[in-house]
């Protein structure tokens, strides 16, 4: 009996597996027919200077408008792509379409914020990534201090010498770059103090007021950041209270449901008119 046991669990293991891999197949199909078919979109979340009161810069965040169930989140689909290798390819495309959008904003006479564009580890690694930055500004007439590329800490941290050649090669680009999700991965204070980057983004959980030492986490992020030279924004603000306390301890920027969920572009015609 226990064998039979056994023996069904084992089943129960393969075949879930099997169905897993069935359901990535299937997904990866329909990620390429969605590059084909233009079924991606890019929302945009407005930041907020805190002490001009200003928008700032708009953070591009991919939407798949699904034929059938509707808007798929990236973090449901993106880690895929990333395995596949398809990442390249809607990378490519959300970097033009980022940058396209806000050329024809500033065009439309609106006054000019950044774009910021998040790139994935494999987009970040190809060896043509600058060139390939530099022929999308090209195209779409974008100045390149209109663009940031948000890289994660563990993108940073590998691979000393090539990273710092391509933070460098941005930089030298005019191309800002800051660093997404600060705090939850392994940074080294060293790399920080060397790496050309403009920008911290803190991780929403240090927002989590129920955790009174991410206070104080908060504050010295903000210090060191301001002693290297670098700008720090706060993700994820939901309240008027994570707003007071970080216009307090003299934080840059923000983004955040509070202000603004990201929102398709022709809905964001009244941020505009504020700047
Ligand atoms: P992220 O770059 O850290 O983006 C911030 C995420 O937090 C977004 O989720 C945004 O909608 C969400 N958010 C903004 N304000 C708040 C808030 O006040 N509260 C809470 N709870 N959440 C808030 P989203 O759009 O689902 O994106 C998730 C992640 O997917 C992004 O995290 C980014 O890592 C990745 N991603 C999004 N678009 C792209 C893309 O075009 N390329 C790549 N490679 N990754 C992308
Ligand atoms: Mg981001
Ligand atoms: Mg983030
Ligand atoms: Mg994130």
Redesign the pocket.
């Known amino acids: 009996v226990i064998k039979e046991k056994h023996r069904n669990n084992y089943n129960l293991f393969e075949s879930s597996i099997s169905e897993n891999f069935k359901m990535m197949l299937t997904m990866e199909t329909e990620l390429r027919k969605a590059l084909k078919e233009k079924q991606f979109e890019?929302?945009y979340?407005p930041q907020k200077n805190l002490s001009s009161g200003k928008v700032v810069g708009l953070?591009?965040?991919?939407?798949w408008n699904h034929p059938e169930k509707g808007y798929i989140?990236?973090?449901d689909f993106?880690p895929l792509a990333e395995k596949t290798g398809l990442?390249i390819e809607?990378?490519d495309w959300?970097l033009y379409e980022a940058c396209r959008q806000n050329k024809e904003w500033q065009d439309a006479g609106y006054e000019p914020v950044t774009v910021s564009?998040?790139?994935?580890a494999k987009?970040f690694h190809q060896r043509n990534l600058v060139d390939k930055v530099k022929q999308v500004l090209n195209k779409t007439g974008l100045e390149p201090h209109y663009l940031d590329l948000?890289i994660t800490e563990s993108m940073a941290m590998s691979n000393e010498e090539d990273i710092l050649k391509t933070l460098h090669d941005l930089r030298d680009l005019g191309v800002f770059v800051s660093i997404?999700?600060f705090g939850t991965g392994y940074s080294s204070f060293k790399y920080l103090s060397i790496f050309p980057v403009t920008k911290l983004?803190i991780?929403?959980m240090f927002l989590n007021d129920a955790q009174k030492e991410n206070k104080a986490i908060v504050k010295s992020i903000i210090h060191m950041s301001h002693s290297l030279d670098m700008k720090v924004i706060a993700?994820?603000?939901?309240t008027v209270d994570q707003l007071l306390f970080l216009a307090g301890v003299e934080c840059d920027e923000m983004?955040?449901?509070?202000f603004s969920?990201?929102l398709p572009p022709e809905k964001l015609n009244n941020f505009f008119i504020e700047v």
């Open positions: 890019l929302h979340q953070e591009a965040l991919i939407r989140s990236p973090g993106i990442i809607i990378g959300v564009v998040n790139l994935s987009q948000e997404d999700d983004k991780d929403k993700e994820g603000v939901e983004q955040g449901f509070y969920k990201p």
